[in-house]
């Protein structure tokens, strides 16, 4: 693998940090992981969750928050590389895109759907863009849009695998049918669709490949395939520096392999989550009552939901952990203590 150039900068490790939310990867673990070498990134999806009118007017909030994290993170890294996580499902994807531009993103890497309009919403600006893909087809079609209405292509791409945490870009089905060694196919081809935009664009995009990377054999695995890079996201959880209470980081600490599930979402995506009294009542048929809405995601329904994923989250980033909705990776159960960012990337680059 080599270094990953992100507009003038250079890595020092051909790593990025996946972004987590809700506010489990904000500024100081962004800000870390930028100083140490590799590429910082702050996770928008209800970020401004502790500001003081977030149950008010939580749009302002949580574009208020996305300045203040990076702000926090940027006098962790004056001169790292930095960038966001901007879900597309989100209701105000647009908005926060355009307030991280205004923040000095580096980058921004978008998934939870195609980011169709990620090309327009930064124009003018030096960020650069990067889509999730998590197949051949998606990859394809995101690539062909752009190519189409915008005349470009992507700047990098971030290849998610079915043993990511969080909502999965898979049906229950192909989750089921996604052996290591299937999924390292659609790794090459999705590989091979890339190359051919990069070549009709004589650009060079790197392929950064996450699900599943939890030390350096994932990192040999997925470099034997084509990678340029790997996203890393468990296995930054349980960092002294990563964002979220200490009974989160606990929590992965305290699982077993039996107890990481995949799990239902509002957003009508599997996830893959910690088993506790929380998901248990709800993959039971359980109903958890909810605050009034946060206006989140594009499309939900707070009458027919069975939980509110902001609560969820919220209620788990803040240390609930039995209330909350634990997100995690595939590979969350073999965390055993707590480190720091410079231990776990030297541990994955060993």
Not at 47 to 58: C, T, W
Request: aromatic share 6%.
């Amino acid at each position: 693998m080599k270094n990953l150039k992100i507009g003038e900068k250079l890595t020092g490790f051909p790593l990025i940090q996946g972004g987590m939310g809700v506010g489990v990867s904000l500024g100081r673990l962004a800000g870390t992981v930028a100083k140490e070498g590799g590429i910082g990134i702050i996770s928008t999806a209800q970020i401004g969750y502790r500001e003081s009118d977030f149950d008010r007017d939580p749009a302002e909030a949580n574009l208020r928050a996305i300045t203040k994290e990076m702000e926090k993170a940027r006098k962790i890294s004056p001169d790292g590389i930095i960038g966001f996580n901007i879900m597309t499902a989100l209701k105000e994807h647009a908005a926060h895109v355009k307030a991280a531009v205004r923040a000095g993103a580096d980058i921004i890497i978008s998934g939870a759907g195609l980011p169709t309009e990620l090309p327009a919403l930064t124009e003018g600006s030096s960020t650069k863009i990067a889509p999730i893909v998590s197949t051949d087809k998606s990859a394809k079609v995101i690539l062909k849009y752009w190519d189409r209405k915008y005349k470009r292509t992507a700047d990098l791409v971030v290849i998610e695998g079915p043993e990511a945490g969080g909502h999965l870009g898979f049906k229950k089905e192909e989750l089921d049918a996604y052996t290591s060694g299937a999924y390292a196919r659609e790794i090459r081809d999705i590989i091979r669709t890339v190359r051919a935009y990069a070549d009709k664009y004589n650009a060079d995009i790197p392929i950064v490949v996450a699900g599943g990377i939890y030390d350096s054999d994932d990192v040999k695995r997925v470099m034997a395939l084509g990678a340029d890079g790997v996203q890393v996201a468990t296995r930054f959880v349980t960092t002294e520096e990563c964002d979220a209470d200490i009974r989160y980081k606990e929590a992965y600490i305290n699982a077993s392999k039996d107890d990481i599930k995949i799990v239902k979402s509002p957003v009508g995506m599997p996830g893959r989550a910690i088993m506790n009294s929380f998901m248990e009542k709800v993959m039971s048929g359980g109903k958890i009552p909810h605050s009034p809405c946060h206006r989140c995601l594009a499309k939900c329904s707070p009458s027919e939901i069975p939980y509110c994923i902001t609560d969820g989250l919220i209620d788990a980033v803040k240390g609930n952990i039995e209330k909350g909705l634990l997100f995690c990776g595939a590979k969350a159960w073999k965390a055993e203590k707590i480190e720091t960012v410079r231990e776990v990337m030297q541990a994955l680059f060993a």
